[in-house]
């Protein structure tokens, strides 16, 4: 039976490409389903300021009127021209596992990548680093975070059948907390040093009125230390504010760290919050009626702590502020309970973060891949 590709043009439609992966992981005890409101603004322009700078056309495949696959193709203006290249991105690709789909789904985005006059094609991307990106490749039996996709083996498979190769690798880390050990001597003698030579402090908040009050200080410093990044968009103040409201009510007041200078500058941060994966799968995409109830929960649910991001301004690095923040962190989650630290993707490639917590046992359980074809 033939593949039918079409455009979404409407919220209808718009709907139909979110319900898509609702329907092939139904049954999966791993997908965590995003809240379906938060979609819906994703792709609203006139809600998501990353369309100032980038437009999307979305795809959904059909086979007898029933829709079996998706992909949406991002042209990032603001990525282009930062690292001078004519590439287009693609997200949010789902599919049966049929070759067939697959393929009818990327000549579509290919098609007007070279309507555009691209000459590249990677993915899956979002606008920005705050959106989810990288297919999984290893961890296909564990839990992902709410900030990033999960996908069945095949989709490997199918998009190197589709002519796509390896551009980067993310890893994941789960850590073990130090419950029975505690934090080793020999770094909290480092961090004394640390403190008693540079002026540095870490800044625990009291409330989260106090740490709003410095989330606009903080988008900015995430801005700055993440420019060098691979994939990295700069983010308008737009975008700060939308990230800042999309995002803080889920943070844990405690879970964030940031640390100043002298002068009360924030020269380093790091960000964690409550693993919210189980909360979310339970909620089903919808925060009523009692979604909200079970991400609430899960806020107050003590057990995989989250960490989203973290970065140091640049004359700062090497210089022991991301010791400092670490074992603020780490008192933090013993005092909670938390029994590990789900690290969130790096690139495989940075192995400063990695070595940060070598001291702890990490565990490598998962890696995302970026993918990348010649279209032109």
């Not at 490598?364 to 074809?373: A, G, M, N, S, T």
Request: hydrophobic residues 40%; proline residues 5%.
């Amino acid at each position: 039976m033939s593949i039918t590709i079409k455009t979404v043009s409407c919220r209808r439609e718009l709907k139909t490409f979110i319900g898509v992966p609702f329907a092939l992981y139904r049954d999966s005890p791993y997908w965590v389903p995003p809240l379906i409101s938060d979609d819906l603004a994703t792709f609203n322009p006139k809600k998501n300021p990353a369309y100032e700078t980038a437009q999307t056309r979305l795809f959904v495949a059909y086979r007898d009127g029933v829709p079996v696959g998706r992909i949406a193709a991002i042209l990032n203006h603001a990525a282009n021209k930062k690292y001078q290249t004519k590439n287009l991105r693609f997200g949010w690709f789902d599919t049966i596992n049929e070759l067939e789909v697959a393929r009818s789904l990327f000549v579509a985005v290919e098609a007007w990548a070279r309507e555009l006059g691209m000459e590249t094609l990677t993915g899956p991307h979002g606008f920005c680093d705050f959106d989810p990106q990288g297919m999984l490749t290893q961890g296909y039996d564990q839990l992902p975070t709410i900030a990033t996709y999960y996908n069945y083996p095949y989709y490997v498979e199918l998009t190197e059948r589709c002519g796509f190769e390896k551009e980067v690798d993310y890893v994941e880390f789960l850590t073990p907390a130090p419950t029975e050990t505690g934090i080793p001597s020999k770094l909290t003698r480092i961090a004394e040093r640390v403190r008693q030579r540079s002026k540095l402090r870490v800044v625990n908040f009291e409330n989260k009125r106090q740490l709003l009050r410095r989330a606009p200080e903080l988008f900015r410093l995430v801005d700055e230390t993440f420019e060098e990044i691979y994939g990295s968009v700069p983010l308008s103040k737009d975008q700060m504010r939308y990230y800042i409201k999309k995002y803080i009510s889920f943070v844990n007041y405690r879970t964030v760290k940031i640390a100043v200078n002298e002068r009360d500058e924030m020269v380093g941060f790091m960000l964690a919050m409550p693993s919210l994966s189980r909360g979310f799968q339970k909620a089903r995409g919808r925060l009523l009626p009692l979604g909200w109830w079970h991400i609430l929960k899960s806020l107050h649910s003590y057990d995989i702590l989250d960490f989203y991001l973290a970065g140091i301004r640049a004359q700062y690095r090497g210089k022991g502020v991301d010791l400092l923040m670490q074992l603020q962190m780490i008192e933090v989650a013993l005092d909670l309970g938390f029994s590990a630290a789900e690290s969130n993707p790096e690139l495989e490639s940075n192995k400063k973060v990695q070595a940060q917590w070598k001291h702890f046992n990490p565990v490598l359980h998962k890696r995302r891949r970026i993918f990348r074809k010649q279209v032109a």
